[in-house]
């Protein structure tokens, strides 16, 4: 069995609950990295990306739909410095950037769950609790992590809000950022 299938839940959260969930982690859990994200999305037929972070720059691709509770997802790693050649690339190829994100983001590894607390400008605080697994296991995984969303007290957000706030967005991100 591959382990290529990303499986995640995600809620949105209160800057109350961000700063609470911010040194919950910090006491309870290893620590593994801060990142500024720059993120496009393209007006393409698969959820295709591109993004800039403290380390580099990627190009990656999740198949499926973008709010799945499990998707499979390819990731090419490139130096930082191709950021703005990829976009050319991509740009080149006939793909518009369809959205633009801005994201903080404090990534924790919680007893084998990697978890990631977002700061999106213009979208809000988001939670995220993430397992790498193989496509037979999904279903397990997905309970797993919302039982360990339950402990901490983080209600699931519905995927009808996460897709209107993502349609809003979408519609609004230029002026939103």
Same mark, same amino acid.
């Given at each position: 069995?591959?382990?290529?299938?990303? @499986?995640?839940?995600?809620?949105?959260?209160?800057?109350?609950?961000? @700063?609470? &969930?911010?040194?919950?982690?910090?006491q309870?859990?290893?620590? @593994?990295?801060?990142?500024?994200? =720059?993120?496009?999305?393209?007006?393409s037929?698969?959820d295709?990306?591109?993004q800039?972070?403290?380390?580099?720059?990627?190009?990656?691709?999740?198949?499926?739909?973008?709010?799945?509770?499990?998707? =499979?997802?390819? =990731?090419?790693?490139?130096?930082?410095?191709?950021?703005? /050649?990829?976009?050319?690339?991509?740009?080149?190829?006939?793909?518009? @950037?369809?959205?633009?994100?801005?994201?903080?983001?404090?990534?924790?590894?919680?007893?084998?769950?990697?978890?990631? &607390?977002?700061?999106?400008?213009?979208?809000?605080y988001?939670?995220?609790? +993430?397992?790498i697994?193989?496509?037979e /296991?999904? +279903?397990?995984?997905? +309970? +797993?992590?919302?039982?360990? &969303?339950?402990? &901490?007290?983080?209600?699931?957000?519905?995927?009808?809000?996460?897709?209107?706030?993502?349609n809003?967005?979408?519609?609004?991100?230029?002026?939103?950022?």
């Amino acid at each position: 069995m591959s382990e290529n299938t990303e @499986v995640e839940i995600r809620s949105f959260i209160s800057t109350e609950q961000y @700063v609470k &969930l911010l040194n919950f982690f910090r006491q309870n859990a290893e620590f @593994v990295k801060e990142d500024f994200q =720059e993120t496009h999305y393209f007006d393409s037929e698969q959820d295709l990306r591109i993004q800039k972070n403290n380390k580099g720059s990627k190009i990656w691709m999740k198949k499926g739909q973008i709010h799945d509770d499990a998707r =499979e997802e390819i =990731e090419i790693i490139t130096d930082g410095d191709c950021f703005e /050649n990829l976009g050319k690339l991509f740009g080149s190829l006939g793909y518009n @950037v369809e959205i633009k994100w801005l994201r903080e983001r404090k990534q924790f590894n919680w007893n084998g769950i990697k978890v990631c &607390l977002d700061y999106t400008k213009g979208y809000g605080y988001i939670i995220e609790l +993430e397992k790498i697994s193989a496509a037979e /296991n999904k +279903e397990k995984i997905v +309970e +797993e992590l919302k039982q360990k &969303l339950k402990e &901490l007290n983080i209600p699931l957000t519905s995927k009808d809000e996460f897709n209107s706030k993502y349609n809003f967005y979408k519609e609004n991100w230029r002026n939103l950022i």
